[in-house]
């Protein structure tokens, strides 16, 4: 019989209301399971790791996250991991573990919209299908998925679309790779994915990688305030295909040359960067050495960012394996 290990994190999931109606993650891993019809002929571990909303998940904790995720699969009895986690940042979290994730089995990402004290909470419904996708062969060598209302999606490009409704996640570029329908579970598109990164070689220490966005009044200002701060890389929210203007891209010059990575990634929902206008458009921001995200929007394209500089440090290092896995 299958064993699926739940590492719980926290969420809406896990939320409880006060009298105010404001809420706060407090259930632990075995509350969640303890409310679900687990799947037929599947066995259930369960370990709790963080219990936060996931707007509080920092790079160190999802490091933490990673290693034990990583833990848990060295145990052969293991077919698959689940993580309950926040639905605000399920699509950094699922994209951090997907880089460093170098296991056949799926590591399984959901949550809810609603929470744990709701009338109608999405909560058993979502962890119930996740735990049938990370027992079923056919999640098998997909990397890291997010299921979700019944569809499943590739770690990379998902987002959540929607602030409150309970359908919230989406893959604008792609789309779901599968779904998730009672017992069954269908894969119908394989992820793009990058050769694993190294986990024992990642240092969260010292990594700030911070995203700036630009608009038509924007200038240099928050740049500058962010590289004095400490920040060795940011990510650019440009607008459209990926454009500034022009006090930016000047800085993105100087950024560059003393060792900041620059990234551009855009503010629309879908479709690829490019540098196709100058005036500190895309091409002049190409021109001043940023980097463009390809597909990332600034949540994952700060991840990867984020990751390559804890794993290599060195600035050029970083923004070739950047882009190696952004073209294309
Ligand atoms: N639906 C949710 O899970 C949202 C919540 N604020 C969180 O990310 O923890």
Known sequence: MPLVTVLATGGTIATRTDAHGVGTAQDAGDDLVARLDLPPGVRVGVEDVLRVGSYLMTLERVHTLAVRAAEALR???????????GTDTIEETAYFLDLFHRDPRPVVVTGAQRPADAPDGDGPRNLGEAVTVAADDAARDLGVLVSFGGRVFAA????KGHTLAADTFAAPDTGAVGWVHGDRVGIEARPVRGPALDLAAFDPSGVRVD???CHPDADAVALHALVAAGARGIVLQATGAGNANPAIAAAVGELTTAGVVVVTSTRVQAGRVAALYGNGGGADL???GAVPSGLLRPSQARVLLAALLGVHRDPGTV???FLARTTG
């Open 319 to 321: 923004r070739a394996e």
């Open 286 to 288: 190409l021109a001043a």
């Open 156 to 159: 990379r490009g998902v987002r």
């Open 75 to 85: 145990d052969p009895a293991v077919a698959g991991l689940v993580v309950t986690h």
């Open 211 to 213: 995203v700036v966005a």
